[in-house]
């Protein structure tokens, strides 16, 4: 009965090739393919389903062309800073992307902007540190011109404050994290908070690339297709999620800080089951909260961060693995 039920679900590939003549039935695909992306997605039809579930709407060769063209950006020098060390370790990136393709992606990113007529949406984005991991997974799924406006949507439209200056977005995550942590699990919270432990100091980086910065990458595509399916705000959730994996050897060691200075690598099956058992454990207001703190201004004050100082950023970059710091720093 399982196999028949099984083989009755509708593929990836076959809610792709779909043709749709009105919303209600678009809307209808794209709830059945993030149930099938629950299970399995071909990997060359990975780039599609995310361009779908980002509401991709354009993808133009000549306005990609156009940007290239332009050469360097006011900052090039920032963005290649970043670049050449973006995933050394990750023998399936290193294959699939060169640094050359991030440089050209990354410089079009902040022409785009710089040009962008007076358009407030594009006014407040620019590149920041951490923009090159974010970008590398769609480099990985999708042509180079593809890549660009998926990642462009992704950070414009989806998380504009994780890329904001001041990284507020990043600051209410690591917050929320805390916060769901304690709500979730006391015990694990108190030992840690009482080793002087917070989600600052072990999850800057987690939060604000969306767990790219923990190989490998195989294992990150499956966390963004269930991450694009069902919202970014599910990041917090899978970074608990990865403390429930080691959570035994937290509460054992003399220094859990040593083992949360490197997260272990990605269990993709693992983490998306426990988050959505997390899911419904968490209360709605704090729900509310996770959902809308990568776009919504209004979280920051409702948790009682203020505008992040010169300082305060100084700090963030601190708590980054020492491959992601700025060597001028």
Request: charged share 25%.
């Amino acid at each position: 009965m399982d196999v028949t039920v099984e083989q009755s679900q509708p593929t990836t590939e076959s809610i792709l090739a779909r043709k749709h003549t009105d919303s209600e039935a678009s809307e209808e695909s794209l709830t059945a393919l993030r149930e099938a992306l629950q299970h399995f997605c071909p990997k060359e039809l990975r780039g599609k389903a995310w361009k779908l579930l980002l509401r991709v709407n354009r993808v133009s060769a000549s306005t990609y062309i156009s940007l290239v063209e332009k050469g360097s950006s006011s900052l090039d020098d920032k963005i290649r800073q970043d670049t050449f060390r973006t995933m050394t370790t990750d023998t399936n990136f290193i294959e699939h992307v060169s640094e050359d393709m991030l440089v050209r992606l990354l410089n079009a990113f902040v022409w785009n902007k710089e040009g962008n007529n007076g358009n407030e949406e594009l006014d407040t984005v620019t590149y920041v540190q951490g923009m090159n991991i974010l970008a590398a997974p769609f480099l990985m799924t999708m042509p180079e011109m593809e890549a660009f406006f998926s990642f462009s949507i992704l950070v414009r439209k989806w998380c504009p404050l994780y890329v904001h200056p001041t990284m507020k977005g990043v600051h209410c995550g690591l917050k929320l994290l805390d916060i769901c942590l304690l709500q979730l699990d006391p015990v694990l919270y108190g030992f840690l908070y009482g080793k002087n432990i917070t989600a600052r100091t072990y999850a800057f980086a987690s939060v604000m690339t969306l767990s790219a910065c923990t190989p490998p990458s195989s294992e990150l595509l499956y966390l963004w297709d269930f991450m694009f399916s069902y919202g970014l705000h599910l990041n917090i959730l899978f970074i608990i999620a990865q403390l429930a994996l080691i959570r035994t050897e937290l509460l054992h060691s003399d220094h859990p800080a040593n083992l949360l200075r490197v997260l272990p690598p990605l269990r993709a099956r693992k983490i998306v089951h426990l988050t959505k058992s997390l899911c419904k454990k968490i209360s709605d207001d704090l729900y509310d909260k996770l959902v809308r703190h990568t776009y919504d201004e209004s979280v920051a004050e409702e948790l009682g961060i203020l505008s992040s100082t010169t300082n305060e950023q100084k700090d963030g970059i601190e708590e980054l693995p020492d491959f992601m710091k700025d060597d001028n720093e």
